[in-house]
């Protein structure tokens, strides 16, 4: 009865680590490649997310500063609330940088430096703002631009940049 009871601890050890060495060895799945650069945002698609961010902002009464940069990096629009501090300024500026230079939320590199190890390497991209709330603009499949928020939680700033966008589809 011992001996029955141990060859089944061990057979069982071996198949649970057989298992995980299994599934730690599949490759993971590539992610799909970023959208490609297209037209720079108009000013009208840039007054409809402001338009659709403030009302986030106001809904949820915070102060804040939203930036919407065309494809190029280049600054379209830049509304500071009052009572938003003008640190938030840059702030918001340098998440939309981020998300239009690297084609990506910045949230992908708010998740890399949370698991640490080599992604925290991300510390010298230049450029590249770890702090979520800035996010790309894609239209018809083409990245025109992005918007950057500051000013509350980056969560928080996420869910208004989201707001603005929503507003101009």
Known sequence: MRT??????????VLV?????????????????????GPPITL??????MVGAEAEAKKNNWNVVMVVLDSGGNLVMLQRMD????????????????AVAFRRPTKAFDDALAQGGANLRILRLSGASPLEGGI?????GKLIGAVGVSGVTSAQDAQIGRAGIENLK
């Open 83 to 98: 009572g938003a501090q003008f640190g938030s300024i840059d702030v918001a500026r340098d998440k939309a940088y981020s």
């Open 17 to 37: 680590l057989g298992t995980s060495l299994a599934s730690a060895q599949q490759p993971a799945a590539a992610p799909p490649p970023p959208p490609p650069y």
């Open 136 to 140: 790309p603009i894609i239209h018809d």
């Open 44 to 49: 009208e698609q840039a007054k409809k997310i």
């Open 4 to 13: 029955e009871r141990l060859v089944s601890l061990v057979v069982g050890t």
